[in-house]
């Protein structure tokens, strides 16, 4: 999962794509990048997080009216500075890219473009994006480019390049691009402001960019949509290649920030919904908790919703370090471990001789929930009782979240009983996937990691593919 951002306008936007990456740095650390364009394509990108990555930069040197930008963490490829977004080409046009997502066909996508004598020069999926884009948009007549090749062109993308994606990219001197994979998994999100110079576009993965950016959103994109933006800044949309719409309900559960906004639903809201729809499943458990407590911060609000709705009170029960990053998106088991030691510290008086319901996101690994559990029992807990807010993660996620292995996953072979015991927890409680689905009935999600249900269709042949890739790049 990364976070992209692009802006088109009639005014210098370098800051503003910054600003809006650095509201996007939970969505990845392992590195930063931005390309503007005015007459010339201008990037600078590198490995580590935004501040680190435009440290002392002279802005000056990137100006530019329209750009993109990116914040990553590699699901497949390298850790490394050459991988990070964006990409560019120098024919046609000119191309700059960036993407969200992950190309589960990479393999047979490379030799393709391999046997079209183009090199693909890193183990960045979004390259492959762009050559199949470049290759297609370079068959067309260039001279007197139409909207209708640039659509034919994406729909030609959309049916060679598979998986979930989305999207963004400046054609130089023709225009400003935006599109979604045909199944709608990763999110986009348009949005405009009114300046002194006229209307400006924007795109993002996440509302709450837009709230910082003062910026009055539009709308989702749909499904294998793609919004293009012509030299006289006039907006053409269309749906292309659309097919079963799954959105990644990740994104509600764990990844997105709690004030973002994805197809009117406020991602605290949902939330707070899902602690409720705990209540049946702790009620049926049979435990008695004293208090409940939730793993700062993505845990809060299912916590403080399950609390509300049975009656138990909550307690902030964990300190967190607000330096130390996310241990999900760590590059490796053992850096997570590090990581999860120094960013939680239990608050002595309050788990001391309680039974305590510990409320988290979600249970992938184990690697959070066994320390915190023997950390709130070393400090005086009675009993403790995990509960995860989203059903048992047990198939890989092959969409662009960092859980392609399956060996890994600490459900894909245990019942709750044993996860029990692996965890030193007295009990474990899920959120039901029937419950999860019912709270969505209305909007169609992608719950693969829980159902094993790949709305684009998988087969084992690539599903160990893209183990071994994410093997060979050494972040397990």
């Given at each position: 999962?990364?976070?992209?951002?692009?802006?088109?306008?009639?005014?210098?936007?370098?800051?503003?794509?910054?600003?809006?990456?650095?509201?996007?740095?939970?969505?990845?650390?392992?590195?930063?990048?931005?390309?503007?364009?005015?007459?010339?394509?201008?990037?600078?990108?590198?490995?580590?997080?935004?501040?680190?990555?435009?440290?002392?930069?002279?802005?000056?040197?990137?100006?530019?009216?329209?750009?993109?930008?990116?914040?990553?963490?590699?699901?497949?490829?390298?850790?490394?500075?050459?991988?990070?977004?964006?990409?560019?080409?120098?024919?046609?046009?000119?191309?700059?890219?960036?993407?969200?997502?992950?190309?589960?066909?990479?393999?047979?996508?490379?030799?393709?473009?391999?046997?079209?004598?183009?090199?693909?020069?890193?183990?960045?999926?979004?390259e492959l994006i762009l050559y199949a884009f470049a290759a297609s948009l370079e068959k067309k007549d260039i001279h007197k480019i139409s909207v209708d090749d640039i659509f034919e062109t994406v729909e030609e993308v959309q049916n060679s390049v598979k998986g979930a994606y989305s999207?963004?990219?400046?054609?130089?001197?023709?225009?400003?691009?935006?599109?979604?994979?045909?199944?709608?998994?990763?999110?986009?999100?348009?949005?405009?402001?009114?300046?002194?110079?006229?209307?400006?576009?924007?795109?993002?993965?996440?509302?709450?960019?837009?709230?910082?950016?003062?910026?009055?959103?539009?709308?989702?994109?749909?499904?294998?949509?793609?919004?293009?933006?012509d030299k006289d800044n006039k907006i053409h949309s269309k749906i292309l290649k659309q097919e079963?719409?799954?959105?990644?309900?990740?994104?509600?559960?764990?990844?997105?920030?709690?004030?973002?906004?994805?197809?009117?639903?406020?991602?605290?809201?949902?939330?707070?919904?899902?602690?409720?729809?705990?209540?049946?499943?702790?009620?049926k458990s049979g435990v008695k908790p004293d208090i409940i407590i939730d793993v700062p911060n993505s845990a809060y609000f299912f916590a403080s919703g399950l609390a509300e709705k049975v009656g138990i009170p909550y307690r902030r029960g964990l300190a967190k370090n607000r330096f130390i990053g996310r241990s999900f998106i760590t590059p490796n088991q053992k850096e997570r471990e590090s990581v999860v030691k120094q960013k939680l510290n239990p608050i002595k008086d309050i788990v001391k001789n309680h039974k305590i319901a510990v409320v988290d996101d979600s249970i992938v690994r184990g690697t959070t929930s066994r320390h915190l559990i023997n950390l709130l029992k070393k400090y005086g807990a009675k009993e403790v009782y995990f509960i995860s807010a989203s059903p048992p993660v047990k198939y890989p996620c092959i969409y662009?979240?960092?859980?392609?292995?399956?060996?890994?996953?600490?459900?894909?072979?245990?019942?709750?009983?044993?996860?029990?015991?692996s965890l030193n927890a007295e009990s474990v409680i899920y959120q039901s996937l029937e419950d999860l689905q019912d709270m969505y009935s209305d909007l169609p999600i992608c719950d693969a990691c829980f159902s094993g249900n790949y709305p684009t269709g998988i087969s084992e042949d690539v599903l160990e593919q893209i183990e071994a890739e994410k093997l060979k790049s050494n972040r397990v």
């Open positions: 999962m990364c976070g992209i951002i692009g802006i088109n306008s009639n005014q210098n936007i370098s800051s503003e794509i910054i600003h809006g990456l650095t509201a996007m740095q939970h969505r990845g650390q392992d590195s930063a990048g931005i390309v503007t364009f005015d007459g010339n394509f201008k990037i600078k990108k590198g490995a580590g997080q935004v501040s680190s990555v435009f440290h002392n930069v002279d802005m000056d040197k990137l100006k530019g009216n329209c750009g993109l930008g990116h914040v990553r963490y590699a699901t497949i490829g390298s850790t490394e500075a050459i991988d990070a977004q964006p990409f560019s080409v120098n024919y046609p046009f000119g191309l700059a890219m960036v993407h969200n997502g992950n190309v589960i066909n990479f393999n047979s996508l490379r030799k393709k473009l391999n046997r079209e004598k183009r090199l693909i020069d890193t183990s960045n999926d979004v999207v963004l990219t400046i054609i130089a001197n023709q225009g400003f691009l935006a599109f979604t994979d045909s199944h709608g998994i990763r999110p986009l999100i348009m949005a405009k402001k009114e300046t002194e110079n006229g209307l400006t576009y924007a795109f993002a993965s996440e509302t709450s960019v837009f709230d910082y950016l003062g910026y009055e959103v539009m709308r989702d994109l749909e499904a294998g949509e793609a919004v293009y933006i079963k719409k799954a959105f990644c309900v990740f994104e509600y559960i764990y990844f997105a920030r709690e004030d973002s906004i994805f197809h009117n639903r406020l991602v605290a809201s949902e939330r707070v919904k899902m602690g409720k729809r705990l209540s049946e499943n702790l009620e662009g979240i960092d859980m392609s292995v399956k060996k890994e996953m600490i459900a894909s072979d245990k019942n709750n009983s044993q996860i029990a015991k």
